[in-house]
C-alpha cells in the first residue's frame, strides 16, 4: 500500500513538476507574500515570534547594561512584614510607620523618595497616623507618589477632572477638554496631590501577559497624564523622551539593583546606637515598594516569570533618566516590508536558476547574518533589530522552493525514462555537446558560469555539466556542456524551433572565451545530434545510446555521417 502510494505521489509531483516549471516559485512567492499580509492584519503570529525572540535574546544576552548605582529599593518583603508585625500587627501599616521613615531619611539629603504603594484611603483607626504622615509629607520637596488609572470606560462614573491635578498639563496650549473626567485611583493625602509629584504607576502587559515595555504617559481628551517614571526623570532634569511607550532594557535578572530591608532600615533609624552608614542614601532615587509574594506585586516580564513590581518600576525610571531604553522598529509596515523583500530575493535566486550550492551557502549564511546583528545589536546598542519573523517566512519559502527543486530533478530524470506512454508515437530528443579542451581541467565555478549563460539563451534547455576531473577513463571527456532538448515527433513547428535555438547557441558558444577569460589555448567544439525515442522500449538506455552516439560525431563528424 505505501509503496502504491508513493508511486501515486511521485507522478503527481512529475506531472505538477512538468506542468507548472518555474513559475512554481513564482506562485509560491505570492502565496507566501499573501500569508504576510493576512498574518500582520489578522493573525499576528509574527509579533508573537518577535516578542518570543525578544525575550530570548535579552534574556541571552552577553553585555547587560548596569543598573543605577543611585538607585536604592527599600524592599516592604516578608522578613520585614515579620519584623514590625509585633509593634504594628498585619499589613497595612499605620502611615505614622512611613512618616517616621521619610522624614528620617530626608535628612540624608536623597535625590527622591519614591514610594511604589498606593495610598488610596484613610486609616480610620489611625486618624492621627494620617494627619503626621500628611504634615511630613507637606514639609518634603523630594517625595512622589503613584495614583492608579482605571480603565477609560470609567471615566463617565469619575469626578476627577485633569485640570484639577496638579502635575498633569494640556498636550497643547488650549487642547484640555475642561469637562471631561477620568476615572483614576488617586492618593489619600492632600500634600502629595499639592505637590503634583505624582504619576501613573499602571503596567500594561503585552497580549501573552509578559511585561515587555512601559507607558510613560496617557493622552486623555487633551491631557497628557504622567507615568511616575516620567516625572520623577523630569523632576531630576532628564530630557524628555520623544515616545509615549518604551521598550525596556532590562538591567538583568530580578533583583539587580541594591535592595535593603525596610525594617532594617526602619529599626536603625529609630535606634540610638546607629549601625549603618548615616549619608546611605545621600543623593540616592529610594524607592519603597514590596516584593513579598503575599502582597501581590510580581509580574511576569521577559527577564522572569516572577518579576517584583518595584524593580519594573525601578527599571524604567533607569531608562528614562539616562534615556537608553531600547529602540526598535514597530508595527506592521516594518514587519511586511522585511518579510516580502527576503521572500522575493529568495524567489528571484531560485527562478533564475542561480547555482544552488553557492546559494545555499550564502542563504544559510545571510539568515543566520540577520539574526546575528540581530543579537549583536542588543548586546552593544539599544536598539533591538527584530527579523525573526521575516527570516522564519524566508526559510519556510526556501525549504518548500529546495524540495520542489529537488523533485523536479528527480521527476524529470523519471519522465526521462518512463515518460512516453505506450501508446504514443515516442520523443523526438536532440542532444548537444559543448567540450571545453583546456590543458587544465576548468574550475566547478567557472562551468556554473558557463552552463547560467547558456541556460540563458534556452530556457526550454536541459543544461548539465561533466567536468574534466572524474578519475579513469572519464577525465578523458574533458569538460562538457550537455544541452538537451526534446518534443514529440510529429510536432515539426517544435522541431524546427529547436534546430534554430541550437544554432544559436553553437555561434554563441564561441564568444565564450571573450566573456568568461577563458585560457587561450582552449578549443571549444559541439555538435547536435537527433534521434527518436521509440515508445515500447525503456528510454534510458535510448538516451544513454544517443549521448555515445552525439559524443562519437563530436570526434568523428564525417565518419558518424558516413554510418549514420
Same mark, same amino acid.
Given at each position: 500500500?505505501?509503496?502504491?502510494?508513493?508511486?501515486?505521489?511521485?507522478?503527481?509531483? %512529475? +506531472?505538477?513538476?512538468?506542468?507548472?516549471?518555474?513559475?512554481? &516559485?513564482?506562485?509560491?512567492?505570492?502565496?507566501?507574500?499573501?500569508?504576510?499580509?493576512?498574518?500582520?492584519?489578522?493573525?499576528?503570529?509574527?509579533?508573537?515570534?518577535?516578542?518570543?525572540?525578544?525575550?530570548?535574546?535579552?534574556?541571552?544576552?552577553?553585555?547587560?547594561?548596569?543598573?543605577?548605582?543611585?538607585?536604592?529599593?527599600?524592599?516592604?518583603?516578608?522578613? %520585614?512584614?515579620?519584623?514590625?508585625?509585633?509593634?504594628?500587627?498585619?499589613?497595612?501599616? #499605620?502611615?505614622?510607620?512611613?512618616?517616621?521613615?521619610?522624614?528620617?531619611?530626608? $535628612?540624608?539629603?536623597?535625590?527622591?523618595?519614591?514610594?511604589?504603594?498606593?495610598?488610596?484611603?484613610?486609616?480610620?483607626?489611625?486618624?492621627?497616623?494620617?494627619?503626621?504622615?500628611?504634615?511630613?509629607?507637606?514639609?518634603?520637596?523630594?517625595?512622589?507618589?503613584?495614583?492608579?488609572?482605571?480603565?477609560?470606560?470609567?471615566?463617565?462614573?469619575?469626578?476627577?477632572?485633569?485640570?484639577?491635578?496638579?502635575?498633569?498639563?494640556?498636550?497643547?496650549?488650549?487642547?484640555?477638554?475642561?469637562?471631561?473626567?477620568?476615572?483614576?485611583?488617586? *492618593?489619600?493625602?492632600?500634600? $502629595?496631590?499639592?505637590?503634583?509629584?505624582?504619576?501613573?504607576?499602571?503596567?500594561?502587559?503585552? %497580549?501573552?501577559?509578559?511585561?515587555?515595555?512601559?507607558?510613560?504617559?496617557?493622552?486623555? &481628551?487633551?491631557?497628557?497624564?504622567?507615568?511616575?517614571?516620567?516625572?520623577?526623570? /523630569?523632576?531630576?532634569?532628564?530630557?524628555?523622551?520623544?515616545?509615549?511607550?518604551?521598550?525596556?532594557?532590562?538591567?538583568?535578572?530580578?533583583?539587580?539593583?541594591?535592595?535593603?530591608?525596610?525594617?532594617?532600615?526602619?529599626?536603625?533609624?529609630?535606634?540610638?546606637?546607629?549601625?549603618? *552608614?548615616?549619608?546611605?542614601?545621600?543623593?540616592?532615587?529610594?524607592?519603597?515598594?514590596?516584593?513579598?509574594?503575599?502582597?501581590?506585586?510580581?509580574?511576569?516580564?521577559?527577564?522572569?516569570?516572577?518579576?517584583?513590581?518595584?524593580?519594573?518600576?525601578?527599571?524604567?525610571?533607569?531608562?528614562?533618566?539616562?534615556?537608553?531604553?531600547?529602540? /526598535?522598529?514597530?508595527?506592521?509596515?516594518?514587519?511586511?516590508?522585511?518579510?516580502?523583500?527576503?521572500?522575493?530575493?529568495?524567489?528571484?535566486?531560485?527562478?533564475?536558476?542561480?547555482?544552488?550550492?553557492?546559494?545555499?551557502?550564502?542563504?544559510?549564511?545571510?539568515?543566520?547574518?540577520?539574526?546575528?546583528?540581530? &543579537?549583536?545589536?542588543?548586546?552593544?546598542?539599544?536598539?533591538?533589530?527584530?527579523?525573526?519573523?521575516?527570516?522564519?517566512?524566508?526559510?519556510?519559502?526556501?525549504?518548500?522552493?529546495?524540495? &520542489?527543486?529537488?523533485?523536479?530533478?528527480?521527476?524529470? =530524470?523519471?519522465?526521462?525514462?518512463?515518460?512516453?506512454?505506450?501508446?504514443?508515437?515516442?520523443?523526438?530528443?536532440?542532444?548537444? #555537446?559543448?567540450?571545453?579542451?583546456?590543458?587544465? #581541467?576548468?574550475?566547478?565555478?567557472?562551468?556554473?558560469?558557463?552552463?547560467?549563460?547558456?541556460?540563458?539563451?534556452?530556457?526550454? $534547455?536541459?543544461?548539465?555539466?561533466?567536468?574534466?576531473?572524474?578519475?579513469?577513463? !572519464?577525465?578523458?571527456?574533458?569538460?562538457?556542456?550537455?544541452?538537451? !532538448?526534446?518534443?514529440?515527433?510529429?510536432?515539426?513547428? =517544435?522541431?524546427?524551433?529547436?534546430?534554430?535555438?541550437?544554432?544559436?547557441?553553437?555561434?554563441?558558444?564561441?564568444?565564450?572565451?571573450?566573456?568568461? %577569460?577563458? #585560457?587561450?589555448? /582552449?578549443?571549444?567544439?559541439?555538435?547536435?545530434?537527433?534521434?527518436?525515442?521509440?515508445?515500447?522500449?525503456?528510454?534510458?538506455? =535510448? !538516451?544513454?545510446?544517443?549521448?555515445? =552516439? +552525439?559524443?562519437?560525431?563530436?570526434?568523428?563528424?564525417?565518419?558518424?555521417?558516413?554510418?549514420?
Amino acid at each position: 500500500m505505501l509503496i502504491r502510494l508513493r508511486f501515486l505521489l511521485t507522478g503527481l509531483m %512529475s +506531472a505538477l513538476t512538468r506542468r507548472l516549471q518555474r513559475n512554481f &516559485y513564482l506562485y509560491l512567492a505570492a502565496l507566501l507574500s499573501l500569508g504576510v499580509l493576512l498574518d500582520a492584519g489578522v493573525f499576528h503570529i509574527g509579533e508573537n515570534m518577535r516578542q518570543k525572540a525578544f525575550d530570548f535574546m535579552v534574556r541571552s544576552r552577553v553585555v547587560t547594561p548596569a543598573p543605577d548605582p543611585d538607585i536604592v529599593i527599600v524592599d516592604v518583603n516578608e522578613a %520585614s512584614l515579620s519584623a514590625l508585625s509585633t509593634d504594628y500587627g498585619r499589613w497595612p501599616w #499605620p502611615r505614622q510607620v512611613f512618616g517616621e521613615f521619610v522624614e528620617n531619611i530626608a $535628612a540624608q539629603q536623597p535625590k527622591a523618595i519614591v514610594f511604589d504603594i498606593l495610598f488610596s484611603d484613610a486609616d480610620l483607626f489611625n486618624p492621627d497616623s494620617d494627619a503626621y504622615f500628611n504634615e511630613v509629607i507637606a514639609g518634603s520637596k523630594h517625595t512622589f507618589f503613584p495614583f492608579l488609572r482605571l480603565a477609560p470606560d470609567h471615566d463617565s462614573l469619575s469626578q476627577v477632572k485633569p485640570g484639577m491635578l496638579r502635575g498633569i498639563r494640556e498636550l497643547t496650549p488650549g487642547s484640555g477638554d475642561a469637562g471631561a473626567t477620568v476615572a483614576v485611583v488617586l *492618593p489619600h493625602f492632600e500634600a $502629595a496631590l499639592q505637590s503634583g509629584r505624582i504619576g501613573m504607576h499602571n503596567i500594561y502587559p503585552d %497580549s501573552d501577559g509578559i511585561v515587555r515595555e512601559y507607558r510613560l504617559w496617557s493622552e486623555d &481628551y487633551g491631557w497628557l497624564l504622567p507615568s511616575l517614571p516620567l516625572t520623577i526623570a /523630569t523632576a531630576l532634569g532628564a530630557p524628555a523622551p520623544d515616545r509615549q511607550t518604551v521598550l525596556l532594557n532590562w538591567r538583568g535578572k530580578p533583583f539587580s539593583y541594591r535592595y535593603v530591608s525596610f525594617s532594617d532600615v526602619y529599626k536603625d533609624l529609630s535606634s540610638k546606637v546607629k549601625t549603618r *552608614p548615616q549619608d546611605e542614601f545621600r543623593g540616592k532615587i529610594v524607592i519603597i515598594g514590596s516584593t513579598a509574594p503575599s502582597l501581590f506585586d510580581l509580574k511576569a516580564t521577559a527577564m522572569a516569570k516572577m518579576h517584583p513590581g518595584v524593580e519594573i518600576l525601578a527599571t524604567a525610571i533607569d531608562n528614562v533618566r539616562h534615556g537608553d531604553y531600547l529602540h /526598535t522598529l514597530r508595527g506592521a509596515s516594518s514587519y511586511v516590508l522585511i518579510s516580502l523583500l527576503l521572500i522575493w530575493l529568495t524567489t528571484a535566486a531560485f527562478f533564475r536558476n542561480v547555482d544552488r550550492d553557492r546559494f545555499n551557502k550564502v542563504f544559510s549564511g545571510s539568515q543566520l547574518g540577520l539574526l546575528a546583528i540581530s &543579537y549583536i545589536g542588543i548586546n552593544l546598542t539599544n536598539t533591538y533589530i527584530d527579523v525573526t519573523g521575516p527570516v522564519t517566512w524566508a526559510v519556510a519559502y526556501f525549504s518548500v522552493a529546495k524540495v &520542489y527543486a529537488i523533485a523536479n530533478d528527480r521527476a524529470l =530524470q523519471r519522465w526521462l525514462s518512463y515518460g512516453v506512454k505506450p501508446d504514443a508515437g515516442g520523443l523526438h530528443a536532440f542532444v548537444m #555537446p559543448v567540450l571545453l579542451e583546456t590543458p587544465e #581541467p576548468l574550475g566547478e565555478a567557472l562551468m556554473k558560469k558557463l552552463r547560467a549563460e547558456i541556460q540563458a539563451l534556452d530556457d526550454a $534547455a536541459g543544461v548539465e555539466i561533466l567536468r574534466g576531473t572524474q578519475g579513469g577513463i !572519464w577525465g578523458l571527456f574533458g569538460d562538457m556542456l550537455l544541452l538537451t !532538448w526534446m518534443c514529440g515527433t510529429d510536432e515539426e513547428a =517544435q522541431i524546427q524551433g529547436i534546430r534554430q535555438r541550437a544554432q544559436s547557441i553553437a555561434e554563441a558558444a564561441t564568444q565564450l572565451h571573450s566573456v568568461n %577569460s577563458l #585560457p587561450v589555448r /582552449t578549443v571549444i567544439r559541439h555538435t547536435l545530434h537527433e534521434g527518436v525515442l521509440a515508445a515500447d522500449r525503456p528510454l534510458a538506455p =535510448q !538516451w544513454r545510446s544517443l549521448f555515445a =552516439q +552525439a559524443t562519437l560525431k563530436l570526434e568523428h563528424p564525417e565518419t558518424f555521417k558516413e554510418h549514420a
